[in-house]
């Protein structure tokens, strides 16, 4: 029986960023080769889903991608669905950084989320394709849409805890209630995401610059 390993998602959002991986100098020798192979499968699935579509990519076409047997690719995922479960992690791990930053209170909670909105556009601003691909696939099947309906209800949670901070400290509106600003920004954010998609100009991170300057004026307190 395969041992199955849980994708190591903080390794492969810092992997994202750096082609040759140099936090994982210090790891073993095993447990490197492990984490660059989840990378590579990772990488290689996106691009594919971009190209073809989620539901025209296989397992053994990710595998091919990679330049590793498909057995491999159960040793990390237990299918493709799980890919998109690492894009998933990724994005509420940003969340997560973005209440530690709010609660930390170093920064103001506007600069706080107008970061957070340009961090979570990162993975899909690589490509309009990209990012159509990932929006149908989240859409693609009963098991996929629960996770992603998991996920972004723990995301609203964190975020509407930043949200009370800024109310604490009198940056937001303290009329609004905290739970409806945060499914504001996520349906702000998503919004710009499929819009962008269609077209792909100008570039995302100027379409959500412009989205959190509104959905920021919409809930800033007075005066």
Same mark, same amino acid.
């Given at each position: 029986? &395969?041992?199955?390993?849980? %994708?190591?998602?903080?390794?492969?959002?810092?992997?994202?960023? /750096?082609? @040759?991986?140099?936090?994982?100098?210090?790891?073993?020798?095993?447990?490197?080769?492990?984490?660059?192979?989840?990378?590579?499968?990772? $990488?290689?699935?996106? !691009?594919?889903?971009?190209? $073809?579509?989620? %539901?025209?990519?296989?397992?053994?076409?990710?595998?091919?991608?990679?330049?590793?047997?498909?057995?491999?690719?159960?040793?990390?995922?237990? /299918?493709?669905?799980?890919?998109?479960?690492?894009?998933?992690?990724?994005?509420?791990?940003?969340?997560?950084?973005?209440?530690?930053?709010?609660?930390?209170?170093?920064? %103001?909670?506007?600069?706080?989320? &107008?970061?957070?909105? !340009?961090?979570?556009?990162?993975?899909?601003?690589? +490509?309009?394709?990209?990012?159509?691909?990932?929006?149908?696939?989240?859409?693609? /099947?009963?098991?996929? $849409?629960?996770?992603? @309906?998991?996920?972004?209800?723990?995301?609203?949670?964190?975020?509407?805890?930043?949200?009370?901070?800024?109310?604490?400290?009198?940056?937001?509106?303290?009329?609004?209630?905290?739970? !409806?600003?945060?499914?504001?920004? &996520?349906? +702000?954010?998503?919004?710009?995401?499929?819009?962008?998609?269609?077209?792909?100009?100008?570039?995302?991170?100027?379409?959500?610059?412009?989205?959190?300057?509104?959905?920021?004026?919409?809930?800033?307190? /007075?005066?």
């Amino acid at each position: 029986m &395969q041992i199955r390993h849980k %994708p190591d998602f903080a390794a492969i959002a810092d992997a994202l960023a /750096s082609e @040759d991986l140099p936090h994982l100098q210090a790891m073993g020798r095993r447990e490197r080769r492990a984490a660059q192979t989840r990378v590579r499968l990772f $990488r290689c699935a996106l !691009q594919l889903f971009a190209e $073809r579509g989620f %539901p025209n990519v296989t397992v053994e076409d990710i595998t091919d991608a990679a330049d590793v047997g498909k057995g491999t690719f159960f040793n990390y995922f237990e /299918s493709k669905d799980d890919v998109l479960g690492v894009v998933a992690e990724i994005q509420l791990g940003k969340v997560r950084e973005a209440l530690e930053r709010a609660e930390a209170g170093k920064r %103001p909670v506007r600069s706080v989320i &107008q970061h957070l909105f !340009q961090r979570i556009a990162e993975e899909p601003a690589r +490509s309009p394709e990209l990012a159509r691909a990932l929006i149908s696939s989240f859409l693609a /099947s009963e098991r996929i $849409r629960q996770h992603m @309906d998991g996920n972004m209800s723990e995301g609203r949670r964190m975020a509407a805890r930043i949200v009370e901070l800024g109310q604490q400290r009198g940056e937001i509106d303290l009329g609004l209630k905290k739970e !409806q600003v945060a499914l504001l920004l &996520q349906r +702000s954010f998503l919004g710009t995401l499929l819009l962008w998609s269609l077209r792909g100009e100008p570039k995302l991170q100027s379409s959500v610059e412009e989205t959190f300057q509104h959905f920021w004026r919409a809930i800033a307190a /007075s005066g």
